[in-house]
Structure formats: structure tokens, C-alpha cells
């Protein structure tokens, strides 16, 4: 598994990167939580990074840090050569795991919405939320509110409302996770479509390991709290892939590869969890 | 929608049969005219009143009172949600009064706020606003509660301050729960300027009432009592079908 060509620019860089949380008495946490790092990590423009991990290892954490949702404790990142800290730059995206659409607005508003707030012209606004809406497959509803959608359909949603701005770079963060295996493996085909067109630098979060072995040219294996990354593999798929590559014998090497790496980090985390009796068989 | 038709005839039909009953109780004597005169004397009399144009100043008075006793405890109420909201420790101090605010008999106070302010519209509104704006705050929190925190997160990512936030994705995300208290506002608005008059105004449709009823003038006082539950029976209508269209929209044509 030789890494794929991708062009070296530095795109957006962690450089030992910690997030712990504070003490917080009178909300149950009685001492700080350390979740994250020290992270080292330089996303290389217009790749696909994807970060796996067990539950609850801080790749969420990782990810709000990198978008500016998140201060780090120690530990700076920078994104197109400037900081960032404490608030999103213009040119991040972020697509959340729950469902982020808003529910008093018809598709088109939805996707409408930060392009309005930004005061670009009516004629352009059209111009691109039209396309976004028929890039994402949602043109037959363009006038329909969230809840007369699938949670799929309302997942593209909020993929088109970030797609729509377009983004240098487009964090997901376990954007899937409430979808069915078979929806997953199509939303996995149209973020390889949409990853293609936009030429975007994207970062995914995932629990699943066939996903981020079928869509990421680097996958970043967390290790349980703190997380850390314990080994970049890098997958060596064309950049034309698509989800048929599942059925390759190298997509079961990466995924094989990925659960001997990840495996004694998931036990770990049920340990912390109290289940430290599964952890010792 | 057949089932929704189907009710709404049966609502009509018992109101009609509530109308019509008492229609005939006092047309055959069986309630005393100077108690209780009969509806369409009631409707006929109104009507007289308002073709006459005399109630016409008293009218805007009222109407006008109750408008902005709502507006100001709409507006103040849901920015002072946002506020409490914004400040657990405050909440939880101010969540006890707010528990038990409605059985405290905030009109008491009505005396005391016409010897401040004299008889005056000051104290109307006074008490109106003290009266519903309580209603709009634990909307505006029980809004605030439900509104998903990933919404504020989508606000950061999106640049927005915190009154954009606030207007552009909180306010519409806590609607139908905002609703619910602009509907109990309201209601409770039009209650206490209604009261407020009846009990010490120069003037005013709650004032008329009074006046009608030390006077023994049955025909006014009725007529008034009618126009006043047309006007609040309409309010609620238009509030509640409003209410349903949102519901409607945001559940997908289910509601």
C-alpha cells in the first residue's frame, strides 16, 4: 500500500496540540479531563484525512479544536498559514453528526442561508444554492421542509448549506453515524463526488473503519483518551475511487490493518468505561 | 380533514345550542331580563353601539392598551429569557419565583401603582406587562432549552454574533415554544387591561362596563361583554391557526 501523489502544500497544521477539560465540581466533573494529544498533525491541501478511534477518544474534540470551536490548552494550529483560535476562519466548513438543518426553513432556505447572511447577491445566491441542491440530488425538494426528509436527505442538506459556501477545507464529523450501512456507503460515494469537484481539503471523523478506508487517502489511528495518533496509514487509492473498492483485497488489508492498531485502544476504552473485565480476557 | 370538519360542526352546533337555549330561557321568562337579556337583544344592541360611533374612542383606547401591554411583554419577555438563559446561577436563583409567580395575585399591586403614577395609563400597562411578561420568560426558557446545541455550533461555524444567533437561529428553533407564550401574553394582557379598567380607569371598554353595570343599563353592559369576547374569541382564533400552520410546517404537513 504505497501512499497516492498528493501535492505536499501544508494545508492546515497542529503542533502539539492538548485539549483538557477543567474541573467543573457542581456539574459532576471533580477533576479535569484530559481528552486530547499532544496531536502533531500537517493536513496536506486537497487530500482526504480520515481519523479513527474509539469511542470517546477526543476525535470530536480534534476536530471542533481544528475548526476554531475549541480553544487548545497548550499547542497551536493554523490553517492556510494563519492561527486559529477560539473562532471559525472563513474558508472552514463544518458538517456536525446530528441533524443541523433548520427546521423552519424549506430546503432551499436552508442552503440559502449562510451565503444571505453573508450578503452575496440575489442572483448568485440562486446560482449556487441551484447547483449545490442538484449536486447533493435534492432538487425534487427544493421546497420541502427538513421534516418531510429522510435523515439522509437532511444530512445532504447540511452538506449543501457547507458545500454551498464553498469551503477550503471540510471537516465532517461522523456525519453518517445515524444512517443505515447501505445509505452510508452511498453519502460515502457522493462526498468522493463532492471531495473530487470542489477540490477541497476534507477531514473525516468516523467510528467506522470500512468507511474511512474506502474514502481517505490518510487515515489517522486515535488511540483511546487522550487521543493521540498512533499511526497514519496511508491507502494508495486513485483519486477517481469510488465504494466499489470495498470488494479490493487491499481494502480488507487497510481495514485488518486498522483493527490491530485500534483494538487494544477500543478495550481500553471500555476499561475506562468500567468494563475493565472485557479488557483483561 | 374530514374528522377536522367534523368537529369543528360540533363545536358550532354546541354553541349554537348554548346560544340558542339561553335565547329561549330569557324570551319566555325563565331568566329575569334584568339579569341576563337575551343574545340577540345583546347582539342587537352592540350593533346599535357601534354604528353609533360613541364607543368608537374607547375602542382604540382598549384595543390600543392591550396591543402594547403585549408587544412590551413579548418583546421584554423574550430578551429577558434570552438574559436568564444566558446566566444559569441567575435562573436558578429566579426559578422559584417563577414556579410560583401565577399564584401570587399580582393585581394587588394595581392600587399601589395608581397612587405612584395616578390614574394615569402608566399603571394599566404596569400591571398588564406584570401580569403576562412572566409567561413569555418561561416560554423563552423552555424555547431556549429545547433549541439542539449543535445550532450553536452551526452559528459559530456560520460567524454568527450573538444577536444574530439569538434572531436568526434561537428565536425560529424555540418558535413553537415562543408561541405558546405569546399566545398565554395575550391572553393575560387582555385579562389585566380589561380588570385594571373595570376596577379604576377614566375610561376604556372595561370602564363602559362598569359604568354600564352601577347603572343598571343591562343592554350596554351585555353589548359591551359581547363585542369584548368576539374580539378575544377572534384573537385566539387567528393565534391558534397560526400555530397550526407553523406546526404543520415544521412536522411536515403532519400536525
Redesign the interface.
Known sequence: MNAAPVPREVHAELKGVTRIYPAVPGAGAKLPVHALGPIDLDLVRGEFFAVVGPSGCGKSTFL?VL???QKPTAGSVSFEGKPVGG??P?G???V?Q???S????TVWHNVA??LR?NGVAAAEVRRRVEDAIAFMGLKDFAG??P??LSGGMRQRVCIARTLVLQPRLILLDEPFGALDAQTRLLMGDEVLRLWRRTGATVLLITHALDEAAMLADRIGAMSARPGRFIEIIATGWPRDRDSTIVGEAAFGEITGRLWERLRSESLKALGHSGVSAMAAE | MAIMTRIGLIRLVVIAALIGALELACRTGLIDHRIIIAPSEMASALWTLLASGSLDADIARTLGLIGLVTALSIVLGFAAGIAIHALPRLREALDPFFATYYAVPVFIFYPVLIAIFGLSLMPIVLIGVATAIVAMIIATLNGLDRVPRVLDKVARVHRLGRIATALQLQLPAAAPYLFTGIKLAVSYGFIAVIAAEFILSPAGLGRDIADAYADFNNRRMYALILFLLIVATLINAVLHGLDMRFAARRSGGRA
Open positions: 471542533e475548526a476554531g470551536l473562532h471559525v472563513e472552514i466548513g463544518v456536525f446530528e441533524d443541523a433548520f427546521p423552519w426553513l442561508f449562510g447572511r420541502a421542509y421534516s418531510q
